[in-house]
């Protein structure tokens, strides 16, 4: 492709608003522009590494034995209220409705589709195993739309479908498609980690994986062991249970003590030199409508994944402080375990303790000496609180959790029967009995997995993409092309290489050398060929983008060396 022909502006400055390094360079490099918060349109550039991550995903699906279809983006709203997510998406859903005041929903996802579809056409278990897959635009309102491509409103991606006969179909099923996602991952040039992790909205009554790749602009945090395999979404990790203190000699019964203004832990911890972990935290929380009291320790914080879940609860929050007066009979600041009147999910922490200080229930007091299943009823006991750096490996045992960062690129899930036992997605089984599908599903995101290259493989300058993703494999400059000889030897190159295979884009606009390395730079081929002062000699510059190694190199060798490091596309 010559670049004087193409749709590629690029920018000295980042637009405002653009909040990562990699979003900025997107934008400065020509790839991306804005329509609207979250909305972005996708230039010449951005649409060809799309075209390759796409590329990259259908081998590894075929490959996986998954076939492609093509769902309504545009689904009737009816079929979300069967499954029960029509409540569960809330806002994030994009609703609207046809001329004959029909509901519908632009698709974030597309569980209730393709089991509908699956259900009215499978009706015996000689036609499963099946798996499916899509690339297609999806749409979620998100409240806070940020950071580029990796939060957005409408985005692409890829997500494919699993139905089997039994759970061991299923496992075989999540197993090939885990395998395939590690496969494109790694073909994508990604630092990344699969975790476990929290199945969310689309629920599921089995596993569930997130693929993360590695970045400090992340906004998961990760629970790592450095002596085993674990890893997990904060969310999801597991925090392993003190043993049991025990107390030395008889405890006095719990009696208050005064303590005016003090209804947080650093507050208790400053001014009475109490101990964070010898405290009782008692939060109140709204469950769909419903209160419950959530104890931890008071250097712990609540999960409220993990309280949701145990809950069965679509919505949680902390309950506002008049609700907390109203329905525990307690000052918010004040609550504690003795004499509450509501459901109490206490953490497994919290049942190892001798003892510890809570909130006496009424303003400007704390009670000392509360001891769980003496001075308060042992009721609900789980996990209900965040795993902490430096904790035991709820796994091995042996190795200490470290914290890492990571953004979201891939997602599996175990569904079961969720959808396909609501939807009406039931086949025959060998038996002649009448029963439904066993599901798991598969997501990428495939416009943030440009997004999440771009910020692990930049530099001070721009992108650095790798051979398989780049929108160019070469990038071709001649220095000026109002000099004879090294336009005449960039245009030998140029038919040279593009007949072999490779992708190249020839700088042949009338510009300064400045700005054309600038704009190189920016928009991050591989390899870059300069053809400059010794043209006339039959050489040239040759650099190799990823290492940052300079060459001058004969014509020939130039070739060969851009067919040694690169594939082309085919």
């Given amino acids: 492709m010559r670049q004087s022909q193409m749709l590629l502006p690029t920018l000295r400055e980042a637009p405002g608003g653009a909040d990562t390094a990699g979003h900025q360079l997107l934008l400065r490099g020509g790839y991306i522009r ?4 979250g909305i972005y349109s996708y230039l010449p550039l951005g649409r060809r590494v799309l075209r390759n991550i796409e590329t990259i995903v259908r081998e590894e699906m075929e490959r996986a034995g998954a076939q492609e279809l093509l769902l309504p983006a545009l689904q009737p709203a009816e079929l979300w209220r069967e499954s029960g997510r029509y409540e569960v998406y809330g806002k994030e859903l994009i609703k609207l409705q046809d001329r004959h005041e029909r509901d519908f929903v632009l698709g974030p996802t597309h569980e209730e589709t393709i089991t509908s579809l699956l259900g009215g056409d499978i009706k015996s278990y000689k036609k499963l195993p099946l798996m499916l897959y899509q690339i297609q635009t999806k749409f979620r309102d998100e409240r806070r739309p940020r950071s580029g491509l990796l939060r957005g409103r409408e985005f692409l991606m890829k997500d494919a479908y699993s139905f089997d006969s039994s ?3 299923l496992d075989e099923s999540y197993r090939r498609m885990y395998e395939a996602y590690c496969r494109i991952f790694e073909r994508c ?3 990344f980690r699969p975790v476990h992790a929290d199945a969310g909205a689309i629920g599921g009554e089995g596993g569930s994986h997130e693929f993360m790749a590695l970045s400090a602009i992340g906004e998961d945090t990760l629970a790592v062991c450095p002596a085993c395999a674990y890893a997990a979404n904060l969310e999801k990790a597991a925090a392993v249970v003190p043993p049991k203190t025990v107390a030395d000699g008889a405890l006095p019964p719990a009696e208050a003590f005064s303590t005016p203004g003090s209804r947080t832990i650093p507050q208790l911890v400053s001014e009475y030199g109490l101990r964070a972990e010898g405290i ?5 929380y709204e469950a769909d409508g419903q209160y419950v009291a959530v104890l931890v320790r008071g250097d712990h914080e609540v999960n409220e994944i993990k309280v949701k879940n145990a809950l069965g609860a679509v919505n949680i929050a902390l309950a506002l402080p008049e609700a907390v007066q109203e329905q525990a009979g307690m000052e918010n600041g004040f609550v504690g375990p003795v004499g509450l009147k509501l459901r109490m999910l206490i953490d497994g922490a919290v049942v190892a303790m001798a003892e510890g200080v809570t909130g006496a229930g009424r ?5 000392r000496h509360v001891v769980p299943g003496r001075d308060f009823a042992i009721e609900q006991v789980g996990d209900f609180r965040n795993l902490e750096a430096g904790e035991i490996c709820p796994e091995c045992g042996a190795g200490h959790i470290r914290f890492e960062r990571g953004i979201e690129i891939g997602h599996v ?5 969720k959808y396909s036992a609501k939807l009406g997605a039931m086949f025959l089984d060998a038996t002649g009995v009448n029963t439904p599908m066993i599901m798991g599903c598969y997501g990428i995101g495939v416009s943030r997995l440009l997004a999440a290259v771009a910020e692990q493989r930049l530099n001070d300058d721009g992108v650095v993409w790798p051979s398989g993703l780049a929108p160019y494999h070469v990038h071709l400059l001649p220095v000026s092309v109002k000099d004879g000889q090294q336009l005449v030897l960039a245009e030998q190159l140029y ?3 593009t007949g072999r295979g490779f992708d190249v884009l020839l700088d042949d606009r009338d510009e300064r050398a400045g700005v054309k390395f600038k704009d190189a730079a920016l928009i991050g081929c591989p390899a870059m060929i300069v053809v400059g002062k010794d043209a006339a000699e039959g050489k040239v510059e040759y650099t190799d983008r990823r290492t940052g190694i300079r060459e001058v190199l004969e014509t020939s060798e130039v070739i060969e060396r851009v067919a040694a490091s690169m594939s082309p596309n085919h």
């Fill in 34 to 37: 804005q329509l609207a918060a």
């Fill in 167 to 169: 759970l061991e179909g």
């Fill in 189 to 191: 040039g990604l630092d």
């Fill in 280 to 284: 009782i935290k008692t939060l109140v």
């Fill in 363 to 367: 303003k400007d007091y704390h009670l």
């Fill in 413 to 417: 899930f175990k569904l079961g029967t």
């Fill in 495 to 497: 038919m040279e290489l």
